[in-house]
Protein backbone atom coordinates (compact mmCIF):
# COMPACT_ATOMS: atom_id res chain seq x y z
CA UNK A 1 0.00 0.00 0.00
CA UNK A 2 2.73 2.46 0.45
CA UNK A 3 4.15 1.70 -2.89
CA UNK A 4 0.60 2.28 -4.18
CA UNK A 5 0.43 5.87 -2.94
CA UNK A 6 3.73 6.96 -4.00
CA UNK A 7 3.46 5.16 -7.54
CA UNK A 8 -0.20 6.05 -8.93
CA UNK A 9 1.04 4.42 -11.87
CA UNK A 10 -0.03 0.98 -9.79
CA UNK A 11 -3.10 1.89 -9.59
CA UNK A 12 -4.12 2.10 -13.11
CA UNK A 13 -1.83 0.26 -14.78
CA UNK A 14 -3.64 -3.02 -13.20
CA UNK A 15 -6.33 -2.58 -15.73
CA UNK A 16 -4.73 -1.07 -18.61
CA UNK A 17 -5.77 -2.70 -21.67
CA UNK A 18 -5.26 -3.09 -25.73
CA UNK A 19 -8.77 -0.34 -25.71
CA UNK A 20 -7.13 2.44 -23.41
CA UNK A 21 -3.81 2.01 -24.98
CA UNK A 22 -5.18 2.71 -28.73
CA UNK A 23 -7.22 6.06 -26.90
CA UNK A 24 -3.80 7.19 -25.48
CA UNK A 25 -1.82 6.50 -28.64
CA UNK A 26 -4.30 8.60 -30.50
CA UNK A 27 -4.37 11.69 -28.32
CA UNK A 28 -0.24 11.09 -27.95
CA UNK A 29 -0.11 11.53 -31.82
CA UNK A 30 -2.51 14.79 -31.59
CA UNK A 31 -0.04 16.50 -28.89
CA UNK A 32 3.11 15.03 -30.12
CA UNK A 33 1.99 17.34 -32.97
CA UNK A 34 1.16 20.44 -30.77
CA UNK A 35 4.11 19.88 -28.37
CA UNK A 36 7.00 19.47 -31.41
CA UNK A 37 6.84 23.53 -32.47
CA UNK A 38 5.73 24.42 -28.75
CA UNK A 39 9.20 22.80 -27.33
CA UNK A 40 11.24 24.61 -29.85
CA UNK A 41 9.94 27.85 -29.33
CA UNK A 42 9.24 27.79 -25.44
CA UNK A 43 13.38 26.57 -25.29
CA UNK A 44 13.80 29.93 -27.65
CA UNK A 45 11.80 32.00 -24.93
CA UNK A 46 14.19 30.85 -22.35
CA UNK A 47 17.17 31.98 -24.67
CA UNK A 48 17.91 28.48 -24.98
CA UNK A 49 19.20 26.39 -28.16
CA UNK A 50 15.62 24.90 -29.55
CA UNK A 51 16.50 21.38 -29.23
CA UNK A 52 16.56 21.64 -25.76
CA UNK A 53 12.40 22.32 -26.01
CA UNK A 54 12.56 18.63 -27.42
CA UNK A 55 15.04 17.08 -24.97
CA UNK A 56 12.87 18.80 -22.25
CA UNK A 57 9.44 16.98 -23.20
CA UNK A 58 11.33 13.10 -23.33
CA UNK A 59 12.41 11.95 -20.00
CA UNK A 60 10.01 14.23 -17.96
CA UNK A 61 7.40 12.90 -19.40
CA UNK A 62 7.94 9.47 -18.49
CA UNK A 63 8.75 10.89 -14.89
CA UNK A 64 5.54 12.19 -14.41
CA UNK A 65 3.78 9.33 -15.84
CA UNK A 66 5.30 7.13 -13.11
CA UNK A 67 4.38 9.80 -10.12
CA UNK A 68 1.92 12.06 -11.28
CA UNK A 69 -1.80 11.25 -10.14
CA UNK A 70 -3.60 13.07 -13.26
CA UNK A 71 -4.31 10.95 -15.73
CA UNK A 72 -4.39 13.42 -18.83
CA UNK A 73 -2.10 16.16 -17.42
CA UNK A 74 0.54 16.89 -20.38
CA UNK A 75 3.78 18.06 -18.81
CA UNK A 76 6.98 19.85 -20.64
CA UNK A 77 8.35 23.39 -21.40
CA UNK A 78 5.30 25.93 -20.90
CA UNK A 79 5.37 29.55 -21.72
CA UNK A 80 5.38 31.32 -17.60
CA UNK A 81 7.85 29.02 -16.51
CA UNK A 82 10.28 29.55 -20.21
CA UNK A 83 9.97 33.58 -19.18
CA UNK A 84 10.77 32.81 -15.78
CA UNK A 85 14.00 31.25 -16.88
CA UNK A 86 15.18 33.60 -19.23
CA UNK A 87 14.01 36.14 -16.18
CA UNK A 88 16.51 34.36 -13.38
CA UNK A 89 19.61 33.22 -16.25
CA UNK A 90 19.44 36.39 -18.46
CA UNK A 91 21.28 38.74 -15.71
CA UNK A 92 24.14 36.23 -15.06
CA UNK A 93 25.10 34.72 -18.69
CA UNK A 94 24.53 35.41 -22.16
CA UNK A 95 21.79 33.88 -23.46
CA UNK A 96 22.46 30.25 -25.07
CA UNK A 97 26.22 30.27 -23.91
CA UNK A 98 27.30 27.12 -22.48
CA UNK A 99 27.08 28.77 -19.36
CA UNK A 100 23.66 29.77 -19.48
CA UNK A 101 22.55 26.44 -20.79
CA UNK A 102 24.35 24.75 -17.83
CA UNK A 103 22.84 26.94 -15.11
CA UNK A 104 19.38 26.21 -16.73
CA UNK A 105 19.82 22.44 -16.40
CA UNK A 106 20.50 23.65 -12.72
CA UNK A 107 17.83 25.32 -11.85
CA UNK A 108 15.48 22.42 -13.43
CA UNK A 109 17.68 20.56 -11.01
CA UNK A 110 16.87 22.67 -8.37
CA UNK A 111 13.09 23.06 -8.72
CA UNK A 112 12.88 19.10 -8.96
CA UNK A 113 14.72 18.69 -5.30
CA UNK A 114 12.09 21.58 -4.23
CA UNK A 115 9.26 19.97 -5.73
CA UNK A 116 10.24 16.59 -4.14
CA UNK A 117 11.13 17.50 -0.73
CA UNK A 118 7.67 19.05 -0.26
CA UNK A 119 5.71 16.11 -1.74
CA UNK A 120 7.54 13.54 1.31
CA UNK A 121 7.12 17.05 3.68
CA UNK A 122 3.69 17.40 2.63
CA UNK A 123 4.20 21.11 2.14
CA UNK A 124 1.53 21.95 -0.90
CA UNK A 125 -0.17 24.24 1.01
CA UNK A 126 2.98 26.84 0.59
CA UNK A 127 1.65 27.11 -2.85
CA UNK A 128 -1.66 28.94 -1.05
CA UNK A 129 -0.01 31.91 -0.64
CA UNK A 130 -0.05 32.38 -4.27
CA UNK A 131 -3.70 33.26 -4.48
CA UNK A 132 -5.92 33.30 -7.75
CA UNK A 133 -5.77 37.49 -8.09
CA UNK A 134 -2.62 37.41 -8.06
CA UNK A 135 -2.10 34.06 -10.33
CA UNK A 136 -4.34 35.58 -12.69
CA UNK A 137 -2.58 38.64 -12.20
CA UNK A 138 0.97 37.38 -12.62
CA UNK A 139 -0.03 34.91 -15.95
CA UNK A 140 -1.86 37.82 -17.87
CA UNK A 141 1.02 40.30 -17.87
CA UNK A 142 3.68 37.27 -18.80
CA UNK A 143 1.39 36.80 -21.64
CA UNK A 144 1.84 40.58 -22.00
CA UNK A 145 5.50 40.41 -22.10
CA UNK A 146 5.93 37.33 -23.65
CA UNK A 147 4.43 38.66 -26.84
CA UNK A 148 5.79 41.90 -26.96
CA UNK A 149 9.41 40.97 -26.06
CA UNK A 150 8.74 38.19 -29.10
CA UNK A 151 8.20 41.15 -31.78
CA UNK A 152 11.84 41.77 -32.08
CA UNK A 153 11.79 38.11 -33.96
CA UNK A 154 9.03 39.26 -36.01
CA UNK A 155 10.86 42.45 -37.34
CA UNK A 156 14.60 40.99 -37.47
CA UNK A 157 16.00 42.80 -34.54
CA UNK A 158 17.67 43.09 -31.16
CA UNK A 159 15.95 44.44 -28.50
CA UNK A 160 16.16 42.62 -25.30
CA UNK A 161 14.75 43.47 -22.06
CA UNK A 162 13.11 42.09 -18.42
CA UNK A 163 10.29 44.45 -18.67
CA UNK A 164 7.99 46.52 -20.98
CA UNK A 165 10.32 49.50 -19.54
CA UNK A 166 13.26 48.25 -21.19
CA UNK A 167 11.86 46.71 -23.89
CA UNK A 168 9.81 48.99 -25.30
CA UNK A 169 12.14 51.54 -26.10
CA UNK A 170 14.48 49.56 -27.83
CA UNK A 171 11.78 48.00 -29.96
CA UNK A 172 11.09 51.41 -30.71
CA UNK A 173 14.96 52.51 -31.85
CA UNK A 174 15.13 49.14 -33.90
CA UNK A 175 12.04 49.91 -36.18
CA UNK A 176 14.19 51.50 -38.97
CA UNK A 177 16.58 48.44 -39.06
CA UNK A 178 13.08 45.97 -39.86
CA UNK A 179 14.13 43.17 -42.01
CA UNK A 180 11.44 42.49 -44.47
CA UNK A 181 11.72 39.67 -45.68
CA UNK A 182 11.37 38.38 -41.64
CA UNK A 183 8.35 40.55 -40.83
CA UNK A 184 6.47 39.41 -43.79
CA UNK A 185 7.03 35.57 -42.79
CA UNK A 186 6.06 36.45 -39.26
CA UNK A 187 2.85 38.09 -40.29
CA UNK A 188 1.74 35.20 -42.22
CA UNK A 189 2.45 33.00 -39.20
CA UNK A 190 0.70 35.14 -37.25
CA UNK A 191 -2.21 35.57 -39.63
CA UNK A 192 -2.23 31.55 -40.15
CA UNK A 193 -2.10 30.29 -36.83
CA UNK A 194 -4.87 33.09 -35.84
CA UNK A 195 -7.21 31.99 -38.20
CA UNK A 196 -6.62 28.26 -37.86
CA UNK A 197 -6.86 28.60 -33.88
CA UNK A 198 -10.23 29.86 -34.24
CA UNK A 199 -11.61 28.87 -38.13
CA UNK A 200 -9.85 25.75 -39.16
CA UNK A 201 -12.31 23.35 -37.37
CA UNK A 202 -15.54 24.81 -38.66
CA UNK A 203 -13.91 25.18 -42.69
CA UNK A 204 -13.09 21.39 -42.17
CA UNK A 205 -16.41 20.67 -40.91
CA UNK A 206 -17.99 22.40 -43.50
CA UNK A 207 -15.80 20.67 -46.01
CA UNK A 208 -17.46 17.15 -44.18
CA UNK A 209 -14.95 16.19 -41.99
CA UNK A 210 -16.13 15.02 -38.63
CA UNK A 211 -15.98 17.36 -35.20
CA UNK A 212 -13.66 15.05 -33.68
CA UNK A 213 -11.76 14.49 -37.02
CA UNK A 214 -11.66 18.43 -37.88
CA UNK A 215 -10.29 19.17 -34.11
CA UNK A 216 -7.51 16.80 -34.19
CA UNK A 217 -6.28 18.22 -37.66
CA UNK A 218 -7.08 21.89 -36.56
CA UNK A 219 -4.55 21.15 -33.86
CA UNK A 220 -1.78 20.48 -36.42
CA UNK A 221 -1.77 24.01 -37.73
CA UNK A 222 1.76 25.15 -36.02
CA UNK A 223 2.94 21.95 -37.76
CA UNK A 224 1.74 23.19 -41.46
CA UNK A 225 3.18 26.80 -40.75
CA UNK A 226 6.23 25.36 -39.90
CA UNK A 227 6.47 22.82 -42.91
CA UNK A 228 5.56 26.00 -45.47
CA UNK A 229 7.59 28.50 -43.81
CA UNK A 230 11.22 25.74 -44.18
CA UNK A 231 10.11 25.29 -47.56
CA UNK A 232 9.77 28.75 -48.35
CA UNK A 233 13.29 29.53 -46.80
CA UNK A 234 14.84 26.35 -48.88
CA UNK A 235 13.34 27.13 -51.94
CA UNK A 236 13.85 31.20 -51.66
CA UNK A 237 17.30 30.62 -50.18
CA UNK A 238 16.05 33.27 -47.41
CA UNK A 239 18.56 32.70 -44.80
CA UNK A 240 21.28 34.37 -47.37
CA UNK A 241 19.15 37.34 -47.69
CA UNK A 242 19.20 37.76 -43.60
CA UNK A 243 16.46 35.46 -42.04
CA UNK A 244 17.04 34.19 -38.87
CA UNK A 245 16.56 30.42 -38.88
CA UNK A 246 17.51 27.64 -35.95
CA UNK A 247 20.53 26.20 -37.66
CA UNK A 248 21.87 23.45 -36.71
CA UNK A 249 20.09 20.78 -34.48
CA UNK A 250 21.88 18.16 -33.09
CA UNK A 251 20.64 14.89 -34.15
CA UNK A 252 19.74 11.82 -31.97
CA UNK A 253 18.83 11.24 -28.58
CA UNK A 254 20.01 13.53 -25.38
CA UNK A 255 22.66 11.31 -23.04
CA UNK A 256 22.39 11.53 -19.38
CA UNK A 257 24.37 14.57 -18.38
CA UNK A 258 25.43 16.48 -15.14
CA UNK A 259 23.98 20.06 -14.54
CA UNK A 260 26.34 22.53 -13.52
CA UNK A 261 27.35 21.91 -9.94
CA UNK A 262 28.55 25.55 -8.87
CA UNK A 263 27.48 25.93 -4.80
CA UNK A 264 27.48 29.65 -5.19
CA UNK A 265 25.46 29.65 -8.34
CA UNK A 266 22.89 27.47 -6.89
CA UNK A 267 22.49 29.65 -3.87
CA UNK A 268 22.01 32.71 -6.50
CA UNK A 269 19.43 30.59 -8.01
CA UNK A 270 17.55 28.65 -5.23
CA UNK A 271 14.60 32.11 -4.70
CA UNK A 272 14.27 31.88 -8.54
CA UNK A 273 13.48 27.76 -8.16
CA UNK A 274 11.38 28.09 -5.22
CA UNK A 275 9.07 30.71 -7.49
CA UNK A 276 9.33 28.64 -10.38
CA UNK A 277 8.18 25.52 -8.85
CA UNK A 278 5.27 27.32 -6.84
CA UNK A 279 3.98 28.90 -10.14
CA UNK A 280 4.59 25.42 -11.96
CA UNK A 281 2.65 23.73 -9.31
CA UNK A 282 -0.24 25.97 -8.95
CA UNK A 283 -0.66 26.31 -12.55
CA UNK A 284 -0.47 21.73 -12.83
CA UNK A 285 -2.74 21.38 -10.05
CA UNK A 286 -5.46 23.87 -11.52
CA UNK A 287 -5.20 22.09 -14.76
CA UNK A 288 -5.12 18.70 -13.24
CA UNK A 289 -8.17 19.37 -10.67
CA UNK A 290 -10.47 21.04 -13.73
CA UNK A 291 -9.68 18.07 -15.98
CA UNK A 292 -9.91 15.23 -13.20
CA UNK A 293 -13.15 16.70 -12.52
CA UNK A 294 -14.97 16.35 -15.37
CA UNK A 295 -14.55 12.56 -14.89
CA UNK A 296 -15.20 12.41 -11.72
CA UNK A 297 -11.62 11.50 -10.91
CA UNK A 298 -9.25 13.26 -8.26
CA UNK A 299 -5.48 14.36 -8.44
CA UNK A 300 -3.06 14.17 -5.28
CA UNK A 301 -1.23 17.06 -4.40
CA UNK A 302 1.69 15.47 -2.86
CA UNK A 303 1.75 12.96 -5.63
CA UNK A 304 1.65 16.32 -8.08
CA UNK A 305 4.36 17.76 -5.54
CA UNK A 306 6.22 14.57 -6.45
CA UNK A 307 5.79 13.70 -10.19
CA UNK A 308 6.72 17.28 -10.95
CA UNK A 309 9.47 17.13 -8.84
CA UNK A 310 10.80 13.87 -10.52
CA UNK A 311 9.63 15.41 -13.61
CA UNK A 312 12.04 18.99 -13.76
CA UNK A 313 14.60 16.25 -11.73
CA UNK A 314 14.62 14.49 -15.44
CA UNK A 315 14.82 17.27 -17.81
CA UNK A 316 18.21 18.50 -15.51
CA UNK A 317 19.82 15.08 -16.35
CA UNK A 318 19.15 15.32 -19.95
CA UNK A 319 19.93 18.58 -21.09
CA UNK A 320 16.42 20.22 -20.44
CA UNK A 321 14.94 22.85 -18.83
CA UNK A 322 12.25 23.44 -15.74
CA UNK A 323 8.69 22.06 -16.90
CA UNK A 324 5.85 21.79 -15.49
CA UNK A 325 1.90 21.16 -16.70
CA UNK A 326 0.40 23.00 -19.73
CA UNK A 327 -2.92 24.20 -19.81
CA UNK A 328 -3.43 23.95 -23.67
CA UNK A 329 -1.53 20.71 -24.12
CA UNK A 330 -3.81 18.96 -20.90
CA UNK A 331 -6.88 20.42 -22.36
CA UNK A 332 -5.64 18.97 -25.68
CA UNK A 333 -5.18 15.64 -24.28
CA UNK A 334 -8.39 15.11 -22.29
CA UNK A 335 -10.14 16.28 -25.53
CA UNK A 336 -8.36 13.92 -27.73
CA UNK A 337 -9.33 10.97 -25.20
CA UNK A 338 -6.09 10.65 -23.21
CA UNK A 339 -7.31 7.59 -20.23
CA UNK A 340 -4.01 7.66 -18.57
CA UNK A 341 -0.48 8.81 -17.99
CA UNK A 342 0.67 6.32 -21.21
CA UNK A 343 -0.22 8.95 -23.12
CA UNK A 344 2.67 10.95 -22.33
CA UNK A 345 4.65 8.08 -22.72
CA UNK A 346 4.04 7.48 -25.71
CA UNK A 347 4.23 11.35 -26.89
CA UNK A 348 7.84 11.50 -25.24
CA UNK A 349 8.27 8.14 -27.98
CA UNK A 350 7.14 10.56 -30.40
CA UNK A 351 9.30 13.83 -29.37
CA UNK A 352 12.39 11.07 -29.73
CA UNK A 353 11.35 10.06 -32.58
CA UNK A 354 11.48 13.39 -34.03
CA UNK A 355 14.97 14.19 -32.66
CA UNK A 356 16.38 10.97 -34.32
CA UNK A 357 14.97 11.75 -37.32
CA UNK A 358 13.69 15.11 -38.17
CA UNK A 359 16.01 17.65 -36.56
CA UNK A 360 17.91 18.20 -40.20
CA UNK A 361 14.40 19.00 -41.45
CA UNK A 362 14.27 22.06 -39.08
CA UNK A 363 17.68 23.85 -40.06
CA UNK A 364 15.64 26.38 -41.95
CA UNK A 365 12.71 27.08 -39.33
CA UNK A 366 12.78 30.41 -39.03
CA UNK A 367 12.84 32.37 -35.71
CA UNK A 368 9.99 34.49 -36.71
CA UNK A 369 7.45 31.43 -37.10
CA UNK A 370 8.64 30.19 -33.72
CA UNK A 371 8.10 33.33 -32.40
CA UNK A 372 4.21 33.94 -34.17
CA UNK A 373 4.08 30.55 -32.21
CA UNK A 374 4.39 31.70 -28.66
CA UNK A 375 2.25 35.06 -29.34
CA UNK A 376 -0.79 33.21 -30.32
CA UNK A 377 -0.22 30.59 -27.76
CA UNK A 378 0.29 33.53 -24.73
CA UNK A 379 -2.37 35.78 -25.54
CA UNK A 380 -4.74 33.57 -24.79
CA UNK A 381 -3.63 33.67 -21.00
CA UNK A 382 -4.29 37.34 -21.24
CA UNK A 383 -7.66 37.86 -19.13
CA UNK A 384 -8.12 41.67 -18.76
CA UNK A 385 -12.02 40.84 -17.67
CA UNK A 386 -10.84 38.85 -14.66
CA UNK A 387 -9.08 42.08 -13.51
CA UNK A 388 -12.88 43.93 -13.40
CA UNK A 389 -14.64 41.00 -11.87
CA UNK A 390 -12.16 40.61 -8.92
CA UNK A 391 -12.08 44.32 -8.40
CA UNK A 392 -15.53 44.97 -8.30
CA UNK A 393 -16.18 41.66 -5.92
CA UNK A 394 -12.89 43.22 -3.67
CA UNK A 395 -11.38 45.74 -4.30
CA UNK A 396 -8.20 44.08 -2.62
CA UNK A 397 -7.92 41.49 -4.42
CA UNK A 398 -8.47 43.51 -7.17
CA UNK A 399 -5.37 45.75 -5.86
CA UNK A 400 -3.47 42.70 -5.23
CA UNK A 401 -3.95 41.13 -8.84
CA UNK A 402 -3.12 45.05 -10.09
CA UNK A 403 0.07 45.09 -8.50
CA UNK A 404 1.00 41.54 -9.71
CA UNK A 405 0.30 42.67 -13.18
CA UNK A 406 1.86 46.52 -13.44
CA UNK A 407 5.18 44.49 -11.31
CA UNK A 408 5.31 42.29 -13.74
CA UNK A 409 5.57 44.33 -16.65
CA UNK A 410 7.32 47.22 -15.45
CA UNK A 411 9.84 45.43 -13.20
CA UNK A 412 10.18 42.02 -14.15
CA UNK A 413 8.85 38.50 -13.76
CA UNK A 414 10.25 37.83 -10.18
CA UNK A 415 9.80 41.22 -8.57
CA UNK A 416 5.90 41.60 -10.03
CA UNK A 417 4.87 38.23 -7.94
CA UNK A 418 6.64 38.66 -4.82
CA UNK A 419 4.71 42.28 -4.80
CA UNK A 420 1.45 40.54 -5.79
CA UNK A 421 2.42 37.99 -2.85
CA UNK A 422 3.55 40.35 -0.37
CA UNK A 423 0.40 42.89 -0.89
CA UNK A 424 -1.59 39.72 -0.89
CA UNK A 425 -0.63 38.78 2.70
CA UNK A 426 -0.25 42.46 4.03
CA UNK A 427 -4.12 42.93 2.89
CA UNK A 428 -5.29 39.52 4.52
CA UNK A 429 -3.30 41.18 8.02
CA UNK A 430 -5.44 44.17 7.44
CA UNK A 431 -8.61 43.05 7.10
CA UNK A 432 -8.32 40.37 9.80
CA UNK A 433 -7.09 42.94 12.04
CA UNK A 434 -9.90 44.58 12.31
CA UNK A 435 -12.68 41.29 12.28
CA UNK A 436 -16.59 42.17 11.73
CA UNK A 437 -18.37 41.72 15.35
CA UNK A 438 -21.90 41.85 15.84
CA UNK A 439 -24.04 42.72 18.64
CA UNK A 440 -26.81 39.94 18.35
CA UNK A 441 -30.10 39.24 19.63
CA UNK A 442 -33.13 36.53 19.53
CA UNK A 443 -34.92 36.19 16.88
CA UNK A 444 -38.42 36.20 18.51
CA UNK A 445 -39.92 32.25 18.24
CA UNK A 446 -36.80 30.53 17.61
CA UNK A 447 -33.23 29.59 18.88
CA UNK A 448 -31.40 31.37 16.41
CA UNK A 449 -29.30 34.61 16.81
CA UNK A 450 -28.76 37.82 14.62
CA UNK A 451 -27.33 41.75 14.56
CA UNK A 452 -29.68 43.94 16.35
CA UNK A 453 -28.80 46.11 13.32
CA UNK A 454 -30.21 44.08 10.60
CA UNK A 455 -33.19 42.61 12.58
CA UNK A 456 -35.73 42.85 15.07
CA UNK A 457 -34.64 41.13 17.89
CA UNK A 458 -34.95 40.74 21.68
CA UNK A 459 -32.04 41.96 23.70
CA UNK A 460 -31.83 41.99 27.53
CA UNK A 461 -30.50 45.13 28.78
CA UNK A 462 -28.55 43.03 31.20
CA UNK A 463 -26.78 40.55 29.15
CA UNK A 464 -24.58 41.57 26.21
CA UNK A 465 -24.05 39.17 23.79
CA UNK A 466 -21.25 39.70 20.86
CA UNK A 467 -20.39 37.41 18.65
CA UNK A 468 -16.87 37.46 16.74
CA UNK A 469 -16.79 36.43 13.14
CA UNK A 470 -13.32 35.90 12.88
CA UNK A 471 -10.46 33.66 14.42
CA UNK A 472 -8.78 35.51 17.02
CA UNK A 473 -5.05 35.86 16.44
CA UNK A 474 -2.09 38.68 17.40
CA UNK A 475 -3.28 41.27 14.48
CA UNK A 476 -7.25 41.67 15.73
CA UNK A 477 -6.18 40.78 19.53
CA UNK A 478 -5.95 44.44 20.56
CA UNK A 479 -9.13 45.48 18.80
CA UNK A 480 -11.00 42.85 20.25
CA UNK A 481 -10.04 44.61 23.88
CA UNK A 482 -10.70 47.76 22.35
CA UNK A 483 -14.36 47.34 20.84
CA UNK A 484 -15.80 45.05 23.90
CA UNK A 485 -14.63 48.37 26.22
CA UNK A 486 -15.95 50.51 24.16
CA UNK A 487 -19.35 48.29 24.08
CA UNK A 488 -19.20 47.96 27.79
CA UNK A 489 -18.83 51.68 28.26
CA UNK A 490 -22.28 52.33 26.43
CA UNK A 491 -23.83 49.87 28.23
CA UNK A 492 -24.34 50.72 32.38
CA UNK A 493 -26.75 48.58 32.59
CA UNK A 494 -24.54 45.18 31.61
CA UNK A 495 -23.65 42.59 33.58
CA UNK A 496 -22.72 39.95 31.53
CA UNK A 497 -21.07 39.59 28.39
CA UNK A 498 -21.37 36.18 26.00
CA UNK A 499 -18.83 35.91 23.21
CA UNK A 500 -20.42 34.01 20.67
CA UNK A 501 -17.59 32.43 19.40
CA UNK A 502 -19.11 30.03 16.30
CA UNK A 503 -17.27 31.60 13.74
CA UNK A 504 -13.49 31.68 15.87
CA UNK A 505 -11.54 28.62 14.52
CA UNK A 506 -8.50 29.88 16.05
CA UNK A 507 -7.60 31.90 19.34
CA UNK A 508 -3.52 32.24 19.44
CA UNK A 509 -1.57 32.70 22.33
CA UNK A 510 -1.59 36.75 22.32
CA UNK A 511 -5.59 36.81 21.32
CA UNK A 512 -5.47 34.17 24.56
CA UNK A 513 -3.53 37.11 26.70
CA UNK A 514 -5.84 39.15 25.00
CA UNK A 515 -9.04 37.61 26.98
CA UNK A 516 -7.44 37.69 30.13
CA UNK A 517 -7.10 40.94 30.31
CA UNK A 518 -10.33 41.68 28.56
CA UNK A 519 -11.38 39.52 32.18
CA UNK A 520 -9.74 41.69 34.21
CA UNK A 521 -10.90 44.61 32.76
CA UNK A 522 -14.75 43.81 32.88
CA UNK A 523 -14.10 42.18 36.87
CA UNK A 524 -13.67 45.91 37.38
CA UNK A 525 -16.35 47.05 35.85
CA UNK A 526 -18.53 44.76 37.37
CA UNK A 527 -19.23 42.24 34.56
CA UNK A 528 -18.57 38.78 33.73
CA UNK A 529 -17.04 37.29 30.69
CA UNK A 530 -19.15 34.09 29.08
CA UNK A 531 -18.23 32.02 26.09
CA UNK A 532 -20.28 29.89 23.54
CA UNK A 533 -20.44 27.83 21.01
CA UNK A 534 -16.49 27.04 20.95
CA UNK A 535 -16.01 24.75 18.54
CA UNK A 536 -14.11 21.33 19.24
CA UNK A 537 -10.65 22.49 18.35
CA UNK A 538 -10.72 25.87 19.79
CA UNK A 539 -11.45 24.02 23.59
CA UNK A 540 -9.25 21.59 23.56
CA UNK A 541 -6.29 24.55 23.47
CA UNK A 542 -8.07 26.12 25.59
CA UNK A 543 -8.04 23.37 28.04
CA UNK A 544 -4.25 23.34 27.96
CA UNK A 545 -3.90 26.46 29.20
CA UNK A 546 -5.27 27.84 32.88
CA UNK A 547 -7.73 30.24 31.27
CA UNK A 548 -10.93 28.03 31.77
CA UNK A 549 -9.88 27.70 35.53
CA UNK A 550 -10.02 31.40 36.36
CA UNK A 551 -11.70 33.13 33.98
CA UNK A 552 -15.27 32.85 35.99
CA UNK A 553 -17.72 32.48 33.55
CA UNK A 554 -19.16 29.86 31.85
CA UNK A 555 -18.90 28.15 28.54
CA UNK A 556 -22.35 27.32 27.00
CA UNK A 557 -23.02 25.06 24.05
CA UNK A 558 -25.54 27.52 22.19
CA UNK A 559 -26.26 31.02 22.62
CA UNK A 560 -29.78 30.12 23.52
CA UNK A 561 -28.79 28.21 26.33
CA UNK A 562 -26.42 31.32 27.73
CA UNK A 563 -29.43 33.95 27.48
CA UNK A 564 -31.72 30.91 29.29
CA UNK A 565 -29.10 30.94 31.97
CA UNK A 566 -27.93 34.76 32.65
CA UNK A 567 -31.28 36.24 31.10
CA UNK A 568 -34.31 34.10 32.04
CA UNK A 569 -36.63 36.65 32.74
CA UNK A 570 -36.37 38.22 29.14
CA UNK A 571 -39.95 36.99 27.51
CA UNK A 572 -39.27 35.40 23.91
CA UNK A 573 -42.67 35.68 22.27
CA UNK A 574 -43.62 32.66 19.72
CA UNK A 575 -43.85 35.02 16.31
CA UNK A 576 -42.75 35.11 13.31
CA UNK A 577 -38.90 36.20 12.86
CA UNK A 578 -39.70 40.11 11.08
CA UNK A 579 -36.62 41.94 9.15
CA UNK A 580 -36.18 45.02 10.86
CA UNK A 581 -35.92 46.63 7.25
CA UNK A 582 -38.12 45.57 4.56
CA UNK A 583 -35.19 45.38 2.07
CA UNK A 584 -33.17 42.95 4.14
CA UNK A 585 -36.02 40.05 3.81
CA UNK A 586 -32.72 37.96 2.63
CA UNK A 587 -29.62 38.73 5.46
CA UNK A 588 -26.38 38.95 4.11
CA UNK A 589 -23.42 37.74 4.94
CA UNK A 590 -22.55 38.85 8.50
CA UNK A 591 -25.76 38.84 9.56
Keep these: ?13 RDYNRNKATQDAMAALIVTLMLIPQSLAYAMLAGLPPVMGLYASILPLLAYAVF ?4 TLAVGPVAVVSLMTAAALAPLFPAGSEAYIGAAMLLALLSGLLLSGMAFLRLGFLANFLSHPVVSGFISASGILIAIGQLKHLLGVSASGQSLVQIVPRLWQSLAATHWPTLLIGLLSLAWLWWARARLKPALQHAGLSAQMAGNLAKAGPVLAIIVAIAAVTLLQLDKVGVQVVGVIPQGLPGLTLPTWDLDLMVQLLPAALLISLVGFVESVSVGQ ?8 RIEPDNELLGLGTANLGAAFSGGFPVTGGFARSVVNYDAGAQTPMAGVFTAAGIALSVLLLTPLLHNLPHAVLAATIIVAVLSLVDFRSLGR ?35 LLLFLWRTSQPHMAVVGQVPGTEHFRNVERFAVIESPSVLSLRVDESL ?13 DLIARRPQVRHLVLMCSGVNLIDASALDSLETIVERLHTAGVQLHLSEVKGPVMDRLRRSSFLDHFGGQVFISQYEAMNTLAPSVRQPHQPPAPRKTDENCPRPGN
Excluded: H
Excluded at 6 to 13: A, Q, R
Design 473 to 485: YFPNARYLEDRIG
Design 390 to 424: TWRYSPQDGAAQLATLLGVLLIGVEAGILIGVGLS
Design 290 to 297: TLAAKRRQ
Design 1 to 13: MKWARWLPCIGWG
Design 68 to 71: GSSR
